[in-house]
């Protein structure tokens, strides 16, 4: 896709260890989740990434039981495709992203608060950028490490965005940073550039759109980010049990393309 990431999340149900835990076998979430993954890879998806987004209220750190789980479904889904596979653990469980991606053969960890502080649902919410360190050298591992910038579903204490790339990007050693607003991926696309502008992110860094992305806006995060990430808008309804959608990941993936073209 000429470099562009276009970037799938498998949305789990509760895993084991979730406070809502329902009962499902992880050998059942893991095989749905392959063949979730399929269908992104046969969209054109470049990448899948696994999250354990259902589990309520969702802990900043997770337990044994769910990173246990979590490998379980990300050797799946490795098993069955061959795009690249990331993972995103917990509210801002960093080292749990990298020992499961290193176990399972991913490239890539999504990190939420790499640096600095954040306030969210479960409290302070620290950078763990030394914890991600000490782990990817305890493995020996070399997966990437995509840090948000004020991610979407925390409040940072700086709201200056070219400090937080800044101290993700030399403080953290993240690889790639992720840009998220609410209001939308034009503005999304327009902090991307403003920090282009200023250096705060050389042209060598990717920079990806981390959601709001959806077939009306394609086009526009295709012409100004390295690539987006896409959940909610590829599922087939809202409940734990929801997938991915066929026709809407075909039709996204197709899209991509043609803004590529």
Request: include cysteine.
């Amino acid at each position: 896709m000429s470099g562009f990431r276009l970037v799938g999340v498998l949305h789990l149900p509760p895993l084991p260890g979730a406070a809502n835990y329902e009962g499902r076998p992880v050998a059942e979430i893991a095989s749905a989740a392959a063949d979730d993954a399929r269908i992104l890879e046969a969209a054109g998806f470049t990448d899948v990434m696994i999250q354990d987004a259902s589990d309520e209220p969702q802990p900043t750190l997770v337990g044994a039981a769910t990173v246990a789980a979590l490998a379980v479904v990300g050797a799946a889904v490795r098993a069955a495709t061959t795009i690249g596979l990331g993972v995103v653990v917990g509210h801002n469980d960093g080292p749990s992203g990298v020992a499961i991606a290193h176990a399972v053969g991913a490239s890539f960890v999504r990190v939420k608060v790499l640096t600095g502080v954040s306030i969210g649902p479960t409290g302070w919410m620290e950078g763990c950028s030394l914890e991600v360190a000490h782990t990817k050298r305890l493995l020996g591992s070399d997966v990437e490490i995509w840090a948000d910038l004020h991610e979407a579903t925390s409040l940072a204490l700086s709201g200056d965005l070219a400090w937080a790339a800044a101290q993700a990007l030399d403080f953290g050693g993240a690889d790639a940073v992720i840009v998220t607003r609410d209001s939308g991926v034009a503005d999304a696309v327009a902090d991307i550039a403003a920090l282009r502008a200023s250096g705060a992110v050389g042209a060598d860094v990717p920079v990806y759109i981390g959601g709001r992305v959806n077939g009306s806006n394609l086009a526009t995060a295709v012409g100004g980010s390295d690539g987006a990430i896409l959940g909610s808008v590829l599922k087939d309804g809202d409940g734990y049990d929801a997938r991915i959608d066929p026709t809407t990941a075909t039709s996204l993936g197709d899209d991509a393309r043609g803004h590529l073209a």
